[in-house]
């Protein structure tokens, strides 16, 4: 509950800043989807009993969407760091809705293979809604290493 806290204050108070530039737009992008895959998360495991297959698994594909997009945005924020540390102008770079967009489907892409090879079992865990090991690996490891080499 005190990361839920945390990340409102963080998002509240990168809202009342009057200034809009990238970086900022990019930290509240990952603060947002952050909060997302924390409410997800936290709401499966702590309503796993309570809940039915079909919510468990709705609350496991929000929960991994949630996540494969929050690190596709954390590695295009850690690259715009970089070019701006090495003093690449604005006209040189890719627009921030071509990154947006491209986060979003390969985001959607990677949750939509896995749920289709799995059958939506991939997302139903005794204690949890998230990927069962077995589709671990194929559904989060892989593409995020993926993302990162590239």
Known sequence: MVSILVLLVALAIGCLRKTSNTHKNLMMLCGTWLLIATLAFLASSALREQISIAVCRAL????????????????LFSHRLHEYANGVTDERRVSLRIHGVLVGVISFLVVFLTAGISNFDAYTQDSYCWLSSRYHYIGFTVPLAVMTIW
Do not use: I, Q
């Open 60 to 75: 496991g594909l929000l929960l991994h969407f949630s996540l494969v997009s929050l690190c596709g945005w954390l590695m």
